[in-house]
């Protein structure tokens, strides 16, 4: 079982920053890839972004590549989404999920929200 809890959301202008952070806990953590998705009213969730414990591999949607980063701390095991140049349609819930493989959840956190102002 896995428990993820995410935090660092709120309001921010267009332009801004913000950074999401998911502590997670649970056993054989290690072997699942941690991803970002988000989601907005009326649409399916969507995948943002990935990272593995091990080897750190990255990966991005292309809505995120270039202005969003995820990063690990395999000490504390947390997952950070910082998220810059923020924009209106970044708005969404983001959750934090551990899946077997990259851009899959199997287990999630409960969500953050995040608004862009224009």
């Known amino acids: 079982q896995v428990q993820l809890v995410e935090s660092g959301g709120g309001l921010v202008q267009a332009g801004g920053s913000l950074r999401l952070s998911c502590a997670a806990s649970?056993?054989?953590?290690?072997?699942?890839?941690m991803n970002w998705f988000r989601q907005t009213p009326g649409k399916e969730r969507e995948f943002v972004a990935a990272?593995?414990?091990?080897?750190?591999?990255?990966y991005y949607a292309s809505s995120a590549k270039g202005r969003f980063t995820i990063s690990r701390d395999n000490a504390n095991m947390t997952i950070y989404l910082q998220m810059n140049n923020l924009r209106p349609e970044d708005t969404a819930v983001y959750y934090c999920?551990?899946?077997?493989?990259?851009?899959?959840?199997?287990?999630w956190g409960q969500g953050t929200q995040v608004t862009v102002s224009s």
């Open positions: 999920a551990a899946g077997v493989t990259m851009r899959r959840g199997d287990y």
């Open positions: 990272i593995d414990w091990n080897f750190g591999y990255e």
């Open positions: 649970g056993r054989s953590l290690s072997t699942y890839a």
